[in-house]
């Protein structure tokens, strides 16, 4: 019971944290009680989220994945460059998606394989799928801001539609969270992520299959990169290499905001959820303030570092408490 | 004659000694680790330290480095009395510890790595360095990255470094352990070197041959006391290993004897055939059911490599290891797991236990599959843990709670109901009571008489010599990598499996 | 094995030669790459990367990172042109640029060795304070005005090479050697080899960290100025990305991302192959766009090619040890009977 309560304290506080801020933007702007407008404002941060939420799997395994924001651009690139070669809408979307999915593969079989950092892997890695991004959109001469453009409707109301009040990219969003929570939460192989988490080795001593679980994590961040590559190319009507690169930031600290342990072995899809949401909410909000999208990485950046450095302080004031009680010096 | 006799006088006065530790007490976690011990060493003395594991000799040597601070006690140096906060101090007063595994900077070269910490500049010393080096019969060039040191060559580095801080104390801990013979043969003709220029040396070892050959005054410690302090000369092996056994001898078996006579009769349920690796050579024996076979040893004899290498962690060996008859090949934890063989790790905290998380969950960790057919059944899960807690009496609030939290011994039980939840047919357990208190090791006791029961073989590595006296139905008796000797029920005495663990075979 | 092991740690010297052939290899394609001003143009377009990489290069050696650089030269030189569009002297903003990049590289400093936090979130975390800052302290527009007399700064020339590709040239010569002689220096080596062991044998690991991260701030700095007076108007881009471009060209040079690996003289050859490698793909008609993913490949194979060659030789040294031991063992067991 004790765990369970620990566990919902977070999520909760992030939650009631997130209600004291809207309300707070609600007094600096009343339109913004609307329940319509605040779904509205989510549609800013859905691929952010769609990426925040694999990746809180990937970094509950002890690793980092800062390739995301290139996947989302690669995907992008090659829904666009098929696209605009002939291919129907369709498969264009579906061989976006595998190109993201292939990436996410790709990194976790470097992870899983070899004993370089990942943050080393994916460094190389964001660098490589940007590069093919650019290349690729260079080579139809789509570079800089132009991108490739002329989607059919249909493909726009990927981003724009809504069910009800429910702006579309907020259901996606939902879907992959519902999808993500249960494997990590329900699932052997969510159980296998937090004992990987916890201690690696003794996941391995366990019998537990380190390495397929690994690349199983980073394949579903590049899913949720490709899903979120689709979205913005949608939401943009243009298919563009450095769509999403500004998102690396905004995702990470989502996933930390939200409960989980950069270091790794805790972290839930919920808190991430809520977390992303907070975030999202707290853009609007700064933008109502007349705070432009560009100055507001300084808060987002001010709440990564400060989210991270609470959590450590706190570890370690428990660990020298606990000390204190057993030492005999 | 009793043990205090054994104890010679203090011959010289306290300014005449090169060091002098007295009553010296050291407890973790209110556990009296050493209980007022007194020891001294002079110049140009090899004084070895002996002792089973836990005894408290490294701990003794870490508080006169520096590592540790004592609780109560003197340390005296050369006649002053002084009090280290922490390593550097203690090298300002000429002490160097040469630890069991050396600190290198491999990309570095082998002076930098000597020379890092003093106050010396990069070069300034290098023609003492080679001269120091040359006596120690180090062949390698300075200027060579670190990386390229054998772990002899690594400890002939750690050496220098404590002649460059003009040591006059140096401790080695467990120096051979990872030595061939050759190397340690050479390693000895140095440290009788420096011992000739006046240098005093502590000397931590398991192996008593090489003890006797070495060594100038031998110290037995055993639980936190000094029980043997004697000139080497008048040492044999006997006496050595008589002084750390405890003093009751062969204890009394609490449970039933399990009847050796139908042992042979029994089905072979897992055997292991001239398995060899880097730390075990041609180990060749096989297991039956219900019966439980001791592997005794101490700390390098290579047991726990063995059981690493027979589940599969340790990828690199030759030889067959079969279950029921059926040989496994391409042996991974999880494949062992699947053919009924379970290691329960000696090092619970790395290897065994996820402390951060609820027990539950280390208790299905090895069966996931076995949950449920695509998510994991909660309450199955839960009925499980509850199943294990109450049948190994598991003290604990329940489930969910955090494995960290509970007592050495109840995260042992915790660890072995995930061995049992595997429905293992061998069950290899490594020194299953260390940290463990002497309830919860009667209780580890029953849990395995109740594996034997159900037919489960069990092979038990332990350092504890009376607990592998009291479970075992044979021992076998490992030493530097080799079975060297097989004992029976009947054969088995305290002092046989002792002195074999000790490389004596009597 | 024992050559190729060599030639992997004189690696600078390795890169150096691959560059000297690259070059050759495209003067031969198309000759007007072999003429002067063609390669002193390199060099100076190289120099804004040269210097950040420097800095990148003092936090890799502790094996850490610092994805704010990119950002710090950012902010560099929107201080410097705001400080110049003020009014105050060429010599005044350029200290209060520095000023400005060496305050951000403290605080970084400060997150990592005093607060523990982990390297990549403190400075991912100051990269997104100092981008908004950028927008913040210029109101969010470009700075399209620079003093003529600080812009000719960068034309100036001695001896065929520009004043500033000297001073670079010569800092990072100076640099690699006080940083093999010196001591002091020396300590950025010694907590990335092995932060443990450095700790251990009494190495203020705190201090060391402390200076790798606050170095590195101001490098990104210089690289600012020299920006200013290059390109001649301040973006808001400025700088965005330039650090992943300088691990790359670190690694390239020598660097080991683990730590304890590279010189100074690593991050000026890395940075100068890098950017050649821009060139030499203009010069031989590969399109622009095709650069990143190549300069992204290369960094992957490098970082991939190194641990192939650390996991085969330490199977050869397991390998040998084990017969070593084996041979041993057979003579003699040591058991005494």
């Not at chain 2, 209980?35 to 408290?56: F, Q, W, Y």
């Not at chain 3, 100025?225 to 301040?234: C, E, L, Q």
Request: hydrophobic residues 45%; glycine residues 12%.
């Amino acid at each position: 019971m004790k765990v369970k309560d620990v566990a919902k304290r977070w999520e909760v506080i992030i939650f009631l944290l997130l209600i004291l801020e809207i309300l707070l933007v609600g007094i600096f702007n009343s339109s913004f009680l609307n329940i319509r407008n605040i779904l509205y404002s989510t549609t800013d941060f859905a691929h952010i989220s769609l990426v925040a939420l694999p990746l809180t799997l990937v970094i509950i395994t002890g690793g980092i994945d800062i390739s995301i924001a290139s996947i989302m651009g690669l995907t992008s690139i090659v829904i666009g460059s098929t696209w605009s070669l002939g291919a129907p809408m369709p498969a264009a979307i579906v061989l976006g998606l595998l190109s993201g999915i292939a990436a996410g593969t790709f990194n976790g079989l470097l992870v899983a394989n070899t004993d370089i950092q990942p943050l080393v892997i994916t460094l190389g890695t964001m660098f490589l799928y940007s590069g093919i991004a650019t290349g690729i959109a260079g080579s139809l001469g789509a570079s800089g801001y132009n991108g490739i453009g002329n989607f059919p409707e249909g493909f726009l109301s990927f981003a724009y539609g809504s069910v009800g009040i429910i702006p579309s990219s907020m259901i996606y969003v939902i879907l992959f969270a519902v999808f993500l929570g249960l494997i990590l939460h329900r699932h052997r192989l969510g159980r296998s992520i937090y004992l990987i988490g916890v201690n690696k080795e003794a996941a391995g001593y366990n019998g537990i299959k380190v390495k397929k679980v690994i690349v199983i994590a980073y394949t579903l961040t590049g899913l949720g990169s490709a899903i979120a590559g689709i979205l913005l190319t949608s939401y943009f009507t243009s298919a563009r290499s450095d769509l999403g690169s500004e998102a690396l930031l905004p995702a990470i600290t989502a996933v930390v905001l939200g409960g989980t342990d950069i270091l790794g072995g805790s972290g839930t899809v919920l808190g991430t959820f809520i977390a992303a949401f907070f975030l999202g909410v707290l853009k609007q909000g700064l933008m109502a303030l007349g705070v432009t999208n560009n100055v507001s990485q300084v808060v987002i950046g001010l709440v990564l570092i400060l989210a991270v450095a609470a959590k450590l302080g706190i570890a370690r004031y428990r660990k020298m408490s606990g000390n204190k009680r057993i030492s005999t010096e | 004659m009793g043990v205090e006799d054994q104890i010679s006088d203090s011959s010289s006065s306290p300014e005449d000694n090169l060091a002098a530790l007295k009553g010296i007490w050291k407890s973790f976690n209110s556990v009296a680790v050493l209980k007022g011990v007194d020891l001294t060493l002079e110049r140009g003395e090899i004084h070895s330290l002996l002792g089973g594991n836990g005894s408290g000799k490294s701990t003794l040597m870490k508080i006169l480095s520096g590592i540790y601070r004592k609780n109560s006690g003197k340390i005296i140096i050369e006649g002053k009395e002084v009090n280290f906060l922490n390593p550097s101090q203690a090298h300002e007063h000429g002490i160097y510890l040469v630890p069991q595994e050396p600190k290198v900077f491999p990309d570095l070269s082998i002076e930098e790595n000597i020379i890092i910490g003093t106050k010396y500049s990069l070069g300034s010393k290098t023609r003492e360095i080679e001269e120091a080096g040359r006596q120690l019969g180090f062949t390698e060039n300075l200027s060579r990255p670190a990386g390229v040191l054998s772990i002899a060559g690594q400890q002939l580095m750690e050496i220098l470094r404590g002649l460059l801080r003009n040591a006059s104390i140096l401790i080695l801990d467990e120096p051979t352990s990872t030595l061939t013979f050759k190397e340690v043969e050479s390693l000895f003709v140095q440290l009788k070197r420096l011992k000739d220029r006046g240098m005093g040396i502590f000397f931590i070892s398991h192996r008593i041959q090489e003890i006797l050959e070495i060594s100038d005054r031998v110290s037995v410690l055993r639980d936190g006391v000094f029980v043997l302090n004697e000139t080497a000369g008048n040492l044999d092996e006997k006496q050595l290993i008589s002084a750390m056994l405890p003093d009751d001898r062969n204890p009394e078996r609490v449970r039933p004897v399990k009847l050796s006579a139908s042992d042979m009769d029994k089905p072979v349920v897992m055997s292991v055939n001239n398995l060899c690796g880097e730390a075990f050579d041609g180990v060749t024996f096989d297991i039956r059911e219900g019966e439980v076979v001791g592997i005794a040893g101490v700390v390098g004899a290579g047991r726990t490599e063995l059981a690493e290498a027979v589940i599969g962690i340790d990828q690199n060996v030759t030889g067959e290891v079969a279950v029921q008859g059926e040989i496994l090949s391409r042996r991974n934890p999880g494949t062992s797991i699947e053919k009924g063989v379970v290691y329960v790790p000696e090092d619970r905290a790395a290897h065994g236990i996820f402390l951060d998380l609820k027990n539950l969950y280390t208790t299905t960790s090895s069966i996931l599959p076995k949950l449920g057919r695509i998510f994991i059944k909660n309450a199955k899960e839960r009925e499980i843990g509850e199943g294990f807690i109450k049948k190994l009496g598991i003290k604990t609030n329940g489930p969910d709670q955090i494995a960290r939290t509970l007592s050495g011994g109840n995260q042992q039980k915790v660890v072995i109901s995930r061995a049992m939840a595997c429905g293992p047919r061998v069950v290899i357990l490594d020194e299953p009571t260390r940290g463990v208190d002497a309830q919860a090791r009667e209780d580890v006791y029953e849990i395995i008489n109740g594996l034997t029961d159900a037919k489960v073989g069990i092979l038990l590595i332990s350092s504890d010599l009376e607990e592998i006296i009291r479970l075992s139905d044979r021992v076998l008796v490992m030493y530097r990598g080799r079975i060297i000797n097989e004992l029976s029920r009947d054969d088995l005495t305290i002092e046989n499996v002792t002195s074999g663990a000790f490389g004596v075979i009597q | 094995m024992k050559a190729v092991k060599d030639l992997l740690k004189k690696r600078e010297a390795a890169v150096f030669l691959l560059l000297v052939v690259l070059v050759l290899g495209v003067g031969i394609v198309n000759p007007i790459f072999l003429k002067p001003d063609t390669l002193k143009g390199v060099l100076d377009n190289s120099l804004i990367l040269i210097l950040i990489a420097t800095g990148e290069m003092f936090v890799l050696l502790t094996a850490g990172i610092d994805v704010s650089l990119g950002a710090v030269t950012g902010l560099s030189a929107v201080v410097a042109g705001l400080s110049l569009n003020a009014g105050i002297s060429y010599g005044g903003s350029i200290l209060l640029a520095v000023g400005a990049s060496l305050a951000a590289g403290i605080v970084n400093g400060f997150g990592v060795a005093l607060l523990e936090i982990p390297p990549i979130i403190m400075t991912l975390g100051m990269m997104g304070v100092l981008r908004g800052l950028m927008y913040i302290i210029t109101g969010g527009s470009w700075i399209d005005t620079i003093p003529t007399g600080f812009k000719n700064m960068s034309g100036v020339s001695f001896a065929g090479i520009s004043v500033f590709a000297w001073i670079v040239i010569v800092m990072s010569v100076v640099m690699t050697a006080v940083v093999k002689r010196f001591k002091s220096a020396r300590i950025f080596y010694y907590i990335g080899d092995n932060e443990e062991g450095a700790f251990f044998m009494g190495i203020s690991v705190k201090r060391g960290l402390f200076f790798a991260y606050s170095l590195a701030g101001l490098f990104a700095g210089l690289a600012g100025i020299v920006f200013v007076s290059r390109i001649g108007f301040i973006p808001m881009q400025t700088g965005s990305g330039q650090e992943l471009r300088a691990i790359a060209a670190c690694v390239l040079g020598g660097v080991s991302l683990s730590g304890g690996v590279g010189i100074p003289l690593s991050a000026l050859i890395g940075g100068l192959f890098l950017t050649t490698i821009d060139s030499v793909l203009v010069f031989l008609k590969v399109p622009a766009f095709w650069n990143d993913a190549i300069a992204g490949a290369i960094l992957l194979v490098v970082v991939l090619l190194d641990f192939r060659f650390r996991m085969l030789l330490e199977v050869k040294e397991k390998k040998e040890r084990l017969k070593y031991i084996r041979i041993s063992r057979n003579n003699e067991t040591g058991v005494v009977r």
